[in-house]
């Protein structure tokens, strides 16, 4: 079966300090993963993906995730916080179940960005 | 169309009262998804459609919930006799099935608050 675990509840940062939110995940095949953002009140979005291409994956607003295979480890970064990174933040795990991808979500890191 | 639209956002039931949500998806998206989102945790499946068919429900959806998606378009989610611990964040998403390894597009949701 496939899972993620985010390593952190909580992550404190000054802004302009890297962000560093760590996922590890568990899969029988090669996964699909994501990292998805929510603000209070609103939906999620859909920071970055990786689907077997590259390993370093790129997303919107700066942010990037590596994939390391032999770590299990898709963790989220970006050089330099801004307050409006203040957001929970979950990575995802797609499960191939009964023909279609179904996505697995982390319990989430919530982001708390200081002035 | 910009997105997926949930409706109710916001729904304050007395115990024991049913509700109804509605999820209208992306027009040109196939697959459709239900998840919920206690206080604190990610996002859990709840039930899957392609098309009109509802082709998985999680255990999470216990007898008192009832979903459906009458023309392959929008979906409704019931709970009947609802319970202090239906309280929650409900999700809807969809995606098209060439889009569905890139990840969802999800509604802001329907919150729930049972007293």
């Known amino acids: 079966a496939q899972s993620v675990t985010q390593l952190d509840s909580h992550v404190s940062v000054s802004e302009g300090t890297p962000v560093l939110l760590r996922c590890n995940y568990s899969s029988s095949y090669s996964p699909s993963l994501f990292w998805y953002v929510q603000h209070p009140n609103k939906g999620l979005q859909l920071l970055l993906k990786y689907t077997s291409a590259a390993t370093l994956v790129k997303g919107i607003n700066g942010f990037e995730a590596e994939f390391k295979k032999s770590e299990t480890s898709f963790h989220l970064t970006k050089p330099s916080a801004h307050m409006s990174d203040a957001a929970e933040y979950f990575c995802v795990v797609s499960s191939l179940s009964g023909g279609y991808n179904k996505l697995i979500f982390g319990a989430g890191t919530r982001l708390a960005v200081h002035p | 169309d910009t997105g997926v639209s949930q409706d109710p956002r916001h729904k304050i039931t007395k115990r024991g009262q049913n509700v109804t949500f509605r999820c209208d998806p992306i027009?040109?998206?196939?697959?459709l998804y239900w998840y919920r989102q206690t206080l604190g945790q990610g996002p859990e499946f709840l039930t899957y459609f392609q098309n009109e068919a509802q082709l998985e429900k999680s255990r999470l959806l216990s007898d008192r919930f009832s979903a459906e998606r009458p023309k392959g378009s929008f979906s409704t989610l019931e709970i009947q006799r609802t319970e202090q611990g239906d309280s929650a964040m409900y999700l809807c998403a969809s995606s098209s099935k060439e889009g569905a390894w890139g990840g969802y597009t999800f509604g802001s949701g329907t919150r729930l608050t049972v007293v």
């Open positions: 027009s040109e998206h196939n697959r």
